[in-house]
């Protein structure tokens, strides 16, 4: 089993920036791709951002150029920068995780941007 704990979300003012972590812990023996979503209220999940362990990364259209995801392998933890957040960034964000063939999950972070 793999465990994903997110930090970092909060409320920031339009065109402000955060900063999530998530640390993966338990029995890990390779996660492949480690990504983070969305889901704002009423909406379905999305793609935000996902980096391959070989560092091949995917952002979602509406926040290129404003997020950047990253990695530290050797801990474990994935990174999403966050700049320029607008008011439509705000949902709660979860760590995703593929390792040996399973999607594992975060319990998620709220990430709020007031206008």
């Known amino acids: 089993q793999v465990q994903l704990v997110e930090s970092g979300g909060g409320l920031v003012q339009a065109g402000g920036s955060l900063r999530l972590s998530c640390a993966a812990s338990g029995r890990i023996f390779r996660i492949n791709t480690m990504g983070w979503y969305r889901q704002a209220p009423g909406k379905q999940r999305e793609l935000v951002a996902a980096?391959?362990?070989?560092?091949?990364?995917n952002y979602a259209d509406s926040v290129k150029g404003r997020f950047t995801i990253s990695r530290d392998s050797a801990k474990n933890t994935v990174y999403l920068q966050m700049n320029s957040l607008k008011p439509e960034d705000t949902a709660v964000y979860y760590c995703?995780?593929?390792?040996?063939?399973?999607?594992?999950w975060g319990q998620g972070t709220q990430v709020t941007v007031s206008s």
């Open positions: 995703n995780a593929l390792h040996w063939g399973s999607d594992y």
């Open positions: 980096i391959t362990s070989g560092g091949s990364t």
